[in-house]
């Protein structure tokens, strides 16, 4: 409510409609919320805020405001106190910041859906606890972001649909609780990717519908929880995506259809949900087929390039690419360096010549790896009758899947069962992977998975109520972040 009885100490807010229509109302001096919001404000005197001196959050948004002065509420003590500023939706041309220098505390600074032409930021550079600033739907030309660095808090900074030319990313580097950034809609150019590998817990991404060209992604590899990405609508003609297979929550991945994508062929190994979208635009056997024509040099140096660059989830679909090119697929449950293989071939081997010597290779460190108590995950037993190496091994195999389950176990935690371990053993992985259950489940889970377990002859689960030493050093990073991501996955 916005009235008080009078017997309590409030202040009176004077506003104005139209020049004819004038009201007053009421608020308790004690409020941390002052709500002006949604009144069809044209005019406010805020002398009277003031006086408040618990005051956290000012809202002045959806009115016809076409001016506001800050400088008239915010002094001590609510200076001090103020948290949120939100004067979105209105008719406002622009607005003097400087008045938050005294706002150490303030978080949240929402000016978007107005008519601003300028915007200077740098009253925040000394407000360290900002975590969000808004000013999209505006008509700024340029912002200088300097100001936002060395604010750890950030979480949400958004600058689309303002005709902005230019954009420094650098405060990203000193930015790495960003959860979300949005330039969509803009008239940027260039824009330089590389300060997100220091945004490590960005959510949300999207320079759509700009004039940036060239755009190198390779960066976002290191924003491994990044869920969506929008870049459609940019002036690039071809892109890399190589780069958001190493990204095993993405869920929304929006590339312009015009866009060709230009890269490796990708493998045939599970996607990201977010890619499953562009399979349809992309014949990857048809990839496939031009590179075999290809001196083995040239695809050896374009796997080695992109290979540098990747996090280990991608480059697992990497490795599982470049066996599919070689037609060597029965071996992707080589789970060792490719690189220790390739290097010393010959470069202008035909890719028949580089087969051969790849086949002999792989085979003979295939069953060192399992002999040695290495990963039997993506072993395909059926090909035993085609593939001598196979069927060598298929009795250990059979054996070492039976006793790393026996070794792995499921960890009790407060409110949850942690699966991790369960899905780093081949027998749990197609358990769970046929349950949907990803890295965590309740006791219903629990039950399903014992059940499922005994029907494949394993009688009892292992679950301890802390950690263990027990760790899958027989797995790759590349192979146990592979196998993360299908937990992932599979319960998306």
Request: glycine share 4%; with cysteine.
């Amino acid at each position: 409510m916005r009235s008080l009885a009078a017997s309590m100490p409030y202040i009176e807010i004077q506003i104005l409609h139209s020049p004819r229509q004038k009201e007053t109302l009421s608020f308790p001096i004690d409020n941390e919320t002052l709500d002006l919001s949604g009144l069809d404000i044209i005019e406010v005197d805020l002398n009277e805020a003031a006086r408040m001196p618990h005051l956290r959050t000012l809202n002045l948004s959806h009115n016809r405001l076409e001016g506001i002065e800050l400088s008239e509420f915010i002094c001590s003590p609510n200076g001090e106190t103020l948290e949120s500023i939100d004067i979105s939706h209105n008719h406002i041309h622009a607005v003097n910041l400087n008045p938050l220098r005294r706002c150490p505390g303030i978080r949240k600074v929402n000016l978007s859906d107005n008519q601003l032409e300028e915007l200077d930021l740098s009253p925040l550079e000394q407000a360290h606890l900002i975590e969000s600033i808004d000013v999209s739907h505006n008509w700024i030309r340029a912002v200088d972001t300097t100001p936002l660095s060395n604010k750890p808090q950030l979480r949400h900074v958004i600058l689309n649909e303002n005709p902005i030319a230019s954009l420094d990313l650098t405060f990203l580097h000193t930015s790495p609780n960003l959860d979300t950034l949005l330039v969509d809609w803009t008239k940027i150019e260039m824009l330089d990717l590389s300060p997100f590998a220091s945004t490590p817990n960005i959510r949300v991404l999207g320079i759509s519908q700009n004039k940036v060209r060239d755009l190198d992604l390779y960066p976002l590899v290191k924003c491994e929880r990044l869920e969506q990405v929008n870049i459609s609508g940019i002036d690039s003609t071809t892109i890399d995506l190589w780069p958001l297979f190493g990204l095993p929550f993405l869920k929304e991945a929006h590339i312009s259809p015009r866009i060709s994508i230009d890269s490796f062929p990708f493998s045939s190994a599970v996607w990201p949900l977010g890619l499953e979208s562009i399979r349809s635009r992309i014949s990857t056997s048809a990839q496939r087929e031009e590179w075999r024509a290809h001196e083995f040099g040239v695809v050896r140096a374009r796997f080695r390039e992109i290979h540098a660059k990747l996090n280990n989830l991608a480059r697992y679909h990497l490795r599982i690419s470049f066996l599919e090119i070689m037609k060597l697929e029965h071996l992707q449950g080589y789970d060792g360096s490719l690189l220790d293989h390739i290097d010393d071939i010959d470069a202008e081997s035909s890719f028949e010549d580089a087969r051969a010597v790849l086949m002999e290779r792989l085979s003979d460190a295939l069953v060192k790896q399992v002999k040695q108590g290495g990963s039997t995950h993506f072993i395909d037993l059926s090909l035993a009758d085609r593939f001598p190496s196979i069927a060598l091994l298929s009795p250990t195999i059979i054996e070492a899947r039976r006793k790393e389950l026996e070794c792995a176990h499921i960890v009790k935690k407060d409110e949850y069962y942690d699966t991790t371990l369960l899905w780093y053993t081949v027998y749990g992985c197609e358990v769970l992977n046929a349950l949907g259950i990803g890295l965590s489940t309740d006791l219903n889970g629990l039950e399903r998975i014992e059940l499922e377990l005994k029907r494949t002859g394993i009688d009892a689960l292992n679950i301890r109520d802390y950690g263990s030493d027990w760790k899958p050093p027989h797995l790759s990073e590349e192979m146990q972040a592979y196998l993360r991501f299908l937990a992932v996955r599979c319960s998306q």
